[in-house]
């Protein structure tokens, strides 16, 4: 028997009182019955012990594996009992089944315990255990908790303590109320809000016109900052690539095949004339009447959609023909111009009809759109043609050819790129390209790669390129655009700078430019076109005080106009102290169940037994 070090170290706790958590276990287990995880092998061992309790090993396998079908499906994967580990997701079932066999042991001690009518009531209200009549039934019952490897006896015992300890840790944290001079005091900072005026500075701002750097200072610059003109290691890759924009061009048209094309898509070549429509259903003729009137009186239909509680989305049939319309089509075509006209039936009931505007029949002719429909015609034949290669190609790699063989013998384009992160040659843009050549190895045989557009590449390692610094006159327009960014950058700060001190002397902002003015901000909110960091240091400085704002591109100022304390009065700040208490609440009630459990279970004592813990797992593999 050895005592685990992973008790000792601080874990996540998760509350363990849940009535239903022992049920919860037993049926995740069971949706696995079928594949033979809920006999682990383990009958008779007990991973470990607190005080006179021995945990059994069954009960750990099912809470572990419980807790990592959980967790995989929170991640959206399957893991095995390597990642749980890694993820410490063993050492936190153990944990959690301490503080559950801790609280058992108090509850036993104390007398604490519930009879077989408040058992039975439990498990007959569990939809687990229900036939098809939606009542409980006994043959489901037995045959759930056989499947998981279970007897009624043992599964009973455990909804019995379930319930004897939901009431333990009830009595522990419950009855914990929010200090008013705490949830006033969090209220008052989460409430308290801001008036900011803000000064956006740009090169306009500068009282000069920056100087034009001669050779001499950007040299300098490019000495000072070569790791910004320097390209990344790479990997020199020659790939052998055939995709179907450079193959369309060689496809031959059949006129008949394409003028079949463009008859099977008459409908988005020969449009009918339309109309922008909004249709507003009332419950009866009257209604609809006497909404037609006040329209007609001149009240607007935007406040009736609004008196009946929509919006204009709601009511809205975006652009149709008229025999969508169906009754409606004829009068509501006949208007020259917007407007409403009903009521008139639809399939929901009477209705108005607002036009808004004439779309005009649009036809397009066989002659014009067979210029597109050439491309497409084309392109869709390159990647047959090239899907019709991709066999030829595999064998010719797996019977040892070379990428210049491909490009000999299927006409595939030979070329090489230096790969990195940052390469935007037009094949690097592909995702497959991309993370076929972020895995190539030196020594790989060159493999068929399918690309999303049809085409087919196939790539080699020929070299790593070390990162190497762009000659300067290869980088003259680089160096002198960021040495213009960083001499820009430096003289707004030192704009920033004298305006401040002007402003603290008394002068406007407003006289500096045009000023962003947020009359009431929360500490959460955000100025669009400024750094994340503005508001929340808004808030740390006095009413009437000035700061100079920097980011990556930015320079400003900011200055508090006001400080407006929270307010004390109202729903909306009565809601707010009620969250607040609220969470401060459940906040102790979790750490006074947290320190309570922990003592209960250092107190008992804590052992494990390493071998037993090892089988467990060995049985999960």
Do not use: C
Not at 496 to 516: H, M, S, T
């Amino acid at each position: 028997m050895t005592k685990d070090t992973d008790s000792d170290s601080p874990k996540r706790k998760r509350k363990g009182g849940s009535v239903l958590s022992f049920v919860l276990l037993a049926m995740v287990v069971g949706g696995l019955g079928g594949y033979g995880v809920t006999n682990y092998g383990t009958g008779g061992l007990n991973i470990g012990t607190v005080g006179d309790r021995e945990i059994d090993a069954n009960r750990y396998a099912r809470a572990l594996q419980s807790q990592i079908a959980e967790t995989g499906q929170q991640l959206g994967t399957q893991l095995d009992l390597a990642q749980a580990q890694q993820l410490g997701l063993d050492a936190q079932v153990r944990q959690n089944l301490v503080t559950t066999y801790a609280l058992d042991d108090e509850a036993a001690k104390i007398g604490l315990s519930v009879g077989d009518a408040a058992v039975g009531q439990e498990i007959r209200a569990m939809n687990a255990f229900k036939g098809v009549s939606g009542e409980f039934d006994q043959f489901t019952y037995e045959e759930t908790l056989k499947r998981n490897n279970m007897t009624v006896r043992e599964y009973e015992a455990g909804v019995r303590d379930d319930i004897a300890r939901s009431l333990l840790t009830g009595a522990v944290a419950s009855g914990f109320a929010a200090p008013a001079v705490l949830t006033d005091t969090i209220h008052s900072y989460i409430a308290e809000r801001r008036a900011l005026s803000v000064l956006t500075l740009t090169e306009a701002s500068l009282t000069a016109p920056l100087p034009q750097p001669d050779e001499a200072a950007l040299k300098a610059f490019y000495e000072a900052h070569l790791a910004d003109f320097t390209r990344p290691e790479a990997k020199r890759i020659t790939y052998a690539a055939l995709l179907p924009e450079d193959l369309a061009a060689t496809m031959p048209v059949d006129e008949a095949e394409l003028k079949a094309l463009y008859d099977s898509r008459a409908d988005e070549f020969l449009k009918p004339e339309r109309r922008l429509v909004e249709r507003l259903v009332f419950g009866s003729e009257e209604e609809a009447t006497a909404a037609k009137a006040r329209i007609d009186a001149g009240e607007s239909f935007d406040k009736i959609v609004e008196e009946r509680g929509l919006k204009l989305l709601d009511i809205d049939l975006g652009d149709v023909t008229q025999a969508e319309l169906g009754a409606a089509g004829e009068a509501v075509f006949a208007l020259a111009e917007p407007g409403t006209v009903g009521p008139l039936p639809s399939d929901l009931g009477p209705a108005l009809f607002r036009m808004n505007a004439v779309l005009a029949a649009q036809e397009t002719s066989f002659e014009d759109a067979k210029a597109d429909l050439t491309t497409e015609y084309q392109m869709d034949a390159a990647r047959r043609a090239i899907g019709d290669k991709l066999e030829a190609v595999d064998d010719l790699l797996a019977g040892g050819a070379t990428l210049e063989d491909l490009a000999k013998e299927q006409g595939m384009e030979l070329a090489t790129i230096d790969f990195s992160a940052k390469s935007d040659d037009k094949i690097a843009g592909y995702p497959a390209f991309r993370e076929a050549a972020g895995k190539v190895q030196d020594g790989d045989f060159p493999e068929a790669v399918q690309l999303d557009d049809g085409g087919l590449v196939a790539l080699r390692l020929d070299e790593i390129v070390p990162a190497t610094p762009i000659p300067f006159d290869e980088a003259r327009a680089a160096v002198t655009e960021a040495w213009h960014k960083d001499a820009l950058q430096q003289a707004l700060l030192a704009r920033a700078d004298a305006i401040k001190a002007e402003i603290e002397q008394g002068a406007n902002l407003g006289r500096f430019g045009i000023v962003d003015v947020s009359p009431e901000i929360a500490r959460e909110g955000r100025i669009e076109g400024t750094p994340d960091s503005l508001v929340p240091d808004a808030f740390k400085m006095a009413k009437g005080a000035v700061a100079r704002v920097e980011g990556p591109g930015y320079v400003g100022l900011v200055q508090v106009d006001d400080i407006l304390p929270a307010s004390e009065a109202g729903d909306d700040a009565e809601a707010l102290k009620s969250a607040i208490a609220a969470q401060v609440e459940q906040g102790m009630a979790q750490d006074a169940y947290a320190m309570f459990a922990n003592t209960l279970a250092q107190s008992a004592g804590i052992t494990f037994n390493q071998a037993a813990i090892e089988a467990v797992h060995a049985s999960l593999r």
